[in-house]
């Protein structure tokens, strides 16, 4: 089963909203069922919703993410993962010094798209950055689709 874990520091804005994109374009592409999409935070609290104005422009897009709680990344969540996309460079750079045996599916999700771009963190700013970082993510998943199925191991098509 492919399975691709995306991951911010909280988990609360970025992450959720990337795992929850990337469900929506899997399932417009016929591709959902057997996929393992999750995400989790490097600094998170347990068991908190995603924020509300993440939840407001995912709502806007028609996908519900009402059911979402935090979670911290371990070893045991990112050894079950065939791929990790992160939103910041120092995010890649901590969790592959923490976990080295998976450095090598480490990787900022800009990366997908042969940039090197981080995703900035838009908690504490208007709604429009909430719906500039989604437009954002949505653009490196569509762009990176590929690029994800091969790095998880998925051959075009399937």
């Known amino acids: 089963m492919p399975s691709v874990l995306f991951v911010c520091t909280a988990n609360i ?3 959720p909203m990337a795992a929850a994109l990337f469900k929506r374009i899997l399932r417009e592409k016929g591709l959902f069922e057997g996929w393992k999409v999750a995400s989790a ?3 998170s609290l347990h068991e908190q919703p995603a924020a509300e104005k993440t939840q407001h422009v995912l709502r806007n897009r028609g996908i519900d993410i009402s ?50 771009v981080e995703i900035s963190d ?7 950055d909430f719906e500039d970082t989604a437009n954002q993510i949505e653009s490196y998943l569509i762009r990176g689709f590929e690029k994800i199925l091969e790095l998880t191991n998925v051959r075009s098509g399937n």
């Open 13 to 15: 804005c970025r992450s």
């Open 41 to 43: 935070g490097t600094w």
């Open 67 to 116: 059911h979402h709680r935090s979670m911290s990344i371990d070893y045991q969540l990112i050894s079950s993962f065939d791929l990790v996309l992160t939103m910041e460079e120092g995010q890649k750079e901590a969790l592959r010094a923490e976990f080295p045996d998976f450095a090598s599916k480490i990787i900022l999700l800009s990366e997908v798209c042969g940039d090197v």
């Open 122 to 128: 838009p908690m504490g700013q208007p709604l429009v």
